[in-house]
């Protein structure tokens, strides 16, 4: 029996991942003008980029609790096995609001067989996680495999970026607005990492190019050149160039050889705007 993997679209795996792995997406919203987007569905990232460099506000909202539910009750009515990866509950309410879905669908099918874990993780270091349990999942690998893969790369997942505007996370409030002007005007770029599902700023840099290097160092201080089998996630807000910049950057420096690029999607880029550039990989730490 092959187990049904559900994430949702903060993932930020391309949408014909979902299509040819044949897992579930639970869009999040996306909101700017008047109207509001299904993330991944009826917009993507984009037409969010441009809007933002218009000058255009854009708010991003949890995922509809009334798909979620319909989701659920079509695992329990099939009698299937599923797990939910979500994106972390410290950045969206979806996780919580699942687990109020899952508990409604209980209660008319109390048997209903859905494992939904908080990831910790978002944008593309989410996505590998996700990645990795649709590939055993596909393999046909039972649930406690699945489940022990999942918690490991949890764990070890290492979230490092950048971003290329500070007014965009200022607007978020996770930098005052002072900073970010100052940070303009200096050309101050700042590293940030993710810490129990939390963004944390890391370091302040001057210069992209630094930054960029900066990252390639933070990935051999955690010991992300541990394994030529190293799985790297690279994902960008609307600039594939830097994007495929940091990878080589990365492939000097190490033997690595699988990468995964993408753009980050509407969820997250709404909040850290065009130009972000974000590094994934599994750390060596002991678990």
Not at 25 to 45: A, H, N, Q, R
Not at 243 to 268: N, P, R, Y
Request: aromatic share 6%; hydrophobic share 40%.
């Amino acid at each position: 029996m092959t187990i049904r993997i559900i994430a949702d679209s903060a993932s930020d795996l391309p949408k014909e991942f979902f299509t040819n792995e044949k897992v579930d997406l639970i869009p999040l919203k996306v909101l700017f003008g008047e109207t509001e987007y299904e993330d991944m569905v009826t917009i993507d990232s984009s037409k969010v980029y441009d809007a933002m460099r218009e000058g255009q506000v854009v708010k991003t909202s949890q995922a509809s609790p009334v798909f979620m539910k319909e989701l659920f009750t079509q695992v329990a009515k099939k009698q299937e096995t599923a797990v939910y990866v979500a994106f972390s509950s410290e950045l969206s309410g979806t996780y919580q609001t699942a687990v109020l879905m899952q508990k409604e669908v209980m209660e008319e099918y109390p048997e209903l067989d859905l494992t939904i874990i908080d990831s910790k993780c978002a944008s593309l270091g989410y996505g590998l996680v996700v990645k990795k349990a649709a590939e055993l999942a596909n393999g046909g690998r039972s649930k406690e495999d699945l489940l022990a893969s999942i918690e490991y790369d949890i764990t070890h997942m290492e979230h490092v970026f950048t971003v290329d505007n500070l007014d965009y996370l200022a607007r978020g409030g996770r930098v005052s607005k002072a900073s970010a002007f100052v940070g303009g005007l200096l050309n101050i770029k700042p590293l940030l990492h993710m810490e129990d599902g939390k963004l944390i700023p890391l370091e302040k840099i001057r210069g992209r190019k630094k930054v960029l290097r900066r990252m390639v160092e933070v990935m051999r201080e955690r010991n992300g050149f541990n394994s030529e089998a190293q799985r790297i996630g690279i994902s960008h807000g609307d600039d594939l160039a830097t994007a495929q910049a940091l990878k080589e950057m990365i492939m000097e420096a190490c033997d690595c050889k699988d990468f995964t690029i993408t753009s980050i999607g509407s969820a997250v880029g709404a909040h850290a705007g065009p130009g972000t550039i974000a590094l994934f990989f599994l750390n060596g730490k002991k678990a």
